[in-house]
């Protein structure tokens, strides 16, 4: 059973197409994030999200936006996708948000803007 | 706000040889260090951490690592690689709400 689970795991659209990625975790943990690599293996948190709170990175543009219908779930939203947003998108969970958990991470989807 | 510098993008090696990947952070709180591997098409896992304590860390697949506050590295070791140690290695650091800061990357390239 995989602990953190996203789907798809790979994605290809149009320039302004709308798109989600969805990401599961079965471990029991409170708090999840998403995290994105660039094509140079840069990785960028992009949100975290506990018990209803929500922190964003400053520098992610509204365009993105996370939605969790309970703590087990937390999909990424993208509207009017660019060529930037190509990447790929790594989902991750840890116990909480207490610093120096382990964090579980997805194993990623690749996103790909034409 | 705290940062992270891996030294090294790439890191040839023959197998059996030792290893060093090398970071170094930029802190203004108390420290929490990791180290993450991402093999080939895959999600990061955690190798191990430093969150207080000795100063020397022991993690998986025979990796060490060693915190040190004057020198603010935390460079990770191997004493003999393997083939299957072909991977990217991320260092990173522990944000409020525990979110990772990471580093560049290593990509560690283990020859025959």
């Known amino acids: 059973d995989t602990a953190v689970s996203q789907t798809p795991k790979y994605l290809v659209t149009q320039m302004g197409n709308d798109k989600s990625i969805k990401c599961e975790q079965n471990l029991g943990h409170d708090t999840m994030y998403w995290y994105k690599q660039d094509s140079k293996k840069f990785l960028k948190i992009m949100f975290s999200?506990?018990?209803?709170?929500?922190?964003i990175n400053e520098t992610v543009p509204n365009r993105f936006s996370p939605k969790s219908p309970d703590k087990a779930h937390l999909n990424l939203h993208i509207n009017s996708l660019e060529l930037g947003d190509s990447a790929v998108y790594f989902c991750?969970?840890?116990?909480?948000?207490?610093?120096?958990?382990?964090?579980?991470f997805g194993e990623g989807s690749r996103l790909t803007v034409l | 706000a705290q940062s992270v510098t891996q030294l090294d993008s790439q890191v040839p090696v023959f197998e059996e040889a030792p290893v060093e990947l090398r970071c170094n952070y930029s802190?203004?709180?108390?420290?929490?260090l990791f180290w993450y591997v991402q093999y080939p098409n895959q999600g990061l896992q955690l190798l191990l951490k430093y969150l207080s304590g000795s100063t020397l860390v022991k993690g998986i697949n025979g990796f060490e690592a060693e915190f040190n506050k004057s020198q603010t590295s935390f460079h990770l070791r191997k004493p003999s690689v393997h083939i299957s140690d072909t991977a990217e290695y991320f260092c990173a650091v522990s944000n409020a709400g525990n979110m990772l800061t990471f580093g560049g990357g290593t990509r560690l390239m283990v020859k025959p």
């Open positions: 991750a969970s840890s116990q909480d948000q207490t610093r120096g958990r382990e964090l579980f």
């Open positions: 999200y506990n018990n209803k709170e929500l922190i």
């Open positions: 802190s203004s709180v108390s420290v929490y």
